[in-house]
């Protein structure tokens, strides 16, 4: 649903560039938001994820355990990715002061974000990273049962055991 929404936003954006279009004095920058490349990059992306997104719930709804891999592979991805953000974090914490100094004066509770103490703030981001990160742990848990569940269904080496009252069995 969220990679549907963003696709809207970026097909709209494409087709109307003046709407969505910010200058860098808006952004309190030097650099461009995005420009036409970027937008048809994130919405190739976008595509492809609902793509994925689709062939996850087809695979889960037909009994298909092949179709669930491709999403199962992009959440470990996304999990790596978003592990390396927490180590990033983690060995040099001074770039998120930087990062606070590049946001638009006009970001809302920047100056409170920036006024609070440095090692706070990081263990208050770590947090919340450990937070997103436990959640994703579980969603890929979550996943691979699915996919184990229907190779077992599927699986043709399961044992059957008929009983019944007959002692010639």
Not at 68 to 95: E, G, H, K, M, R
């Amino acid at each position: 649903i969220i990679n549907s929404v963003v696709l809207l936003i970026l097909l709209s954006a494409l087709t109307d560039p003046d709407q969505y279009h910010l200058t860098s004095a808006e952004l309190g920058g030097e650099f461009e938001f995005m420009d036409d490349a970027n937008m048809c990059i994130a919405t190739a992306i976008s595509l492809l994820m609902i793509l994925i997104c689709a062939m996850a719930t087809y695979g889960a709804y037909k009994q298909h355990a092949a179709w669930i891999i491709p999403f199962f592979c992009y959440q470990i991805f996304d999990f790596a990715l978003n592990t390396l953000v927490a180590i990033s974090v983690l060995v040099y914490p001074s770039t998120i002061q930087d990062y606070l100094h590049q946001l638009p004066n006009n970001f809302p509770y920047k100056e409170e974000i920036m006024s609070v103490n440095p090692t706070c703030l990081v263990v208050i981001i770590l947090l919340f990273i450990s937070i997103i990160l436990a959640f994703k742990g579980y969603l890929i848990s979550c996943v691979w049962n699915c996919y184990r569940y229907i190779n077992g269904r599927n699986n043709s080496d399961v044992l059957v055991y008929i009983t019944t009252n007959d002692t010639a069995v």
